[in-house]
């Protein structure tokens, strides 16, 4: 067997592949598709963002792996601003070019394999387990720490607000994660990419003092501008927390050529800088979930969690997939829940990223 397909036999088929029927049906309705799928942008890119991108376009060298010193400081202003994130250092940040690219690698980066075991939640995006794959780790998916038990596994993912369901972890919850991997001397990585899209509930990052006390040792909070920006085109995140291991990480990723381009690093800057567009992106999810939500509730579902983030993660009580058909049927893709784990079989997960218009006809075909 070729090293690479012994690469690609670890791991899963790509989820989304698996709807190619359903996404067929959506398509044929008379109306067209509503894509709720995916949580990819449809928005456009501010343009105070855009004119960033465009003055460092004239940048024929190379970029610098630990990023530029503004978008670091950037990232550190935008943290205690917009989360109320303490006490960082500029040296505790360093940009990625994806969030998913950091998650998939993360394992690998701390130099984690077989001897190791990554906790990833019971319903989880599915890059935690494909990074723990890529290294060679063990997945253990759980909750609690009664879960984990006595072991103490070299990674444990958190996610508030969560992808898939919306749940938001509570700061007692966070409190006693955070003791509990300190005694043992775990990584924490906290996947906060939803963090400023609250509606119900406030989500707190890892690194804020009333979860850490504001040691941020053997922590580290990965941040989007996908989401909040509508930069999924940018592939533009970072990563902050212990400064050790950001050093472990910038040290390893020199050597892979990980680096965030110069345009966009300066891009990164100006979005960190203006939360004016922020709010009012932010604006714009709220007004869709609100639509959205009272729609999905109206046809019948429950709706679970959701309190923050990009999705409604609802059931009919019937197997994701039979929903998933129900809605192709009336035009508009969902994602089965089982793509986020076995707990998720029920369920499906609704994006907020469409339109206001395909929104408005997701309604319609609801009602």
């Known amino acids: 067997m070729s090293a690479r397909t012994k690469v690609s036999a670890a791991l899963p088929v790509f989820p989304w592949d698996t709807l190619a029927d359903a996404t067929a049906t959506a398509r044929a309705h008379p109306d067209g598709i509503v894509d709720l799928s995916v949580g990819t942008p449809v928005d456009a890119v501010a343009d105070v963002i855009r004119e960033a991108l465009a003055a460092a376009s004239a940048a024929p060298g190379y970029p610098t792996t630990a990023g530029t010193p503004a978008v670091r400081a950037s990232a550190v202003a935008a943290l205690q601003r917009r989360y109320g994130v303490t006490g960082l250092p500029e040296q505790a940040v360093l940009p990625v070019i994806g969030t998913k690219e950091v998650i998939a690698w993360l394992p690998t980066l701390l130099g984690l394999g077989a001897a190791d075991t990554v906790v990833v939640p019971e319903l989880a995006y599915p890059t935690y387990d494909v990074g723990a794959r890529l290294a060679g780790a063990q997945v253990l998916r759980a909750d609690s720490l009664t879960q984990i038990g006595p072991q103490a596994p070299g990674l444990v ?46 989500p707190l990052s890892v690194l804020h003092p009333d979860v850490c006390d504001g040691d941020h040792t053997g922590l580290l909070a990965v941040h989007s501008l996908s989401k909040t920006s509508s930069l999924a085109g940018y592939r533009a ?80 009580g019937e197997s994701g997939r039979a929903t998933v058909a129900w809605l192709a049927e009336r035009g508009i893709l969902v994602a089965p829940g089982e793509f986020y784990g076995p707990a998720g079989e029920q369920f499906v997960r609704i994006a907020l990223t469409a339109t206001d218009e395909r929104i408005a006809a997701a309604v319609s075909r609801l009602a």
């Not at 966070?174 to 609250?198: F, H, N, Q, T």
């Open 237 to 316: 995140g970072f990563v902050a927390g212990d400064p050790a291991l950001v050093a472990e990480l910038l040290a390893v990723r020199k050597h892979a050529g990980m680096i965030v381009p110069t345009p966009v690093q300066a891009a990164m800057v100006a979005a960190l800088d203006d939360d004016e567009h922020e709010r009012i992106q932010r604006d714009r999810y709220a007004k869709r979930r609100d639509a959205l939500l009272a729609a999905v509730r109206g046809a019948g579902f429950t709706v679970e969690h959701s309190e923050a983030g990009l999705y409604l993660w609802a059931t009919r």
């Open 157 to 202: 993912y958190l996610n508030s607000p969560s992808n898939p369901t919306g749940k938001v972890l509570g700061v007692d919850h966070l409190r006693k994660v955070v003791g509990w991997a300190r005694e043992r001397g775990v990584v924490i990585a906290s996947d906060e990419c939803y963090l400023g899209l609250a509606w119900d509930a406030q």
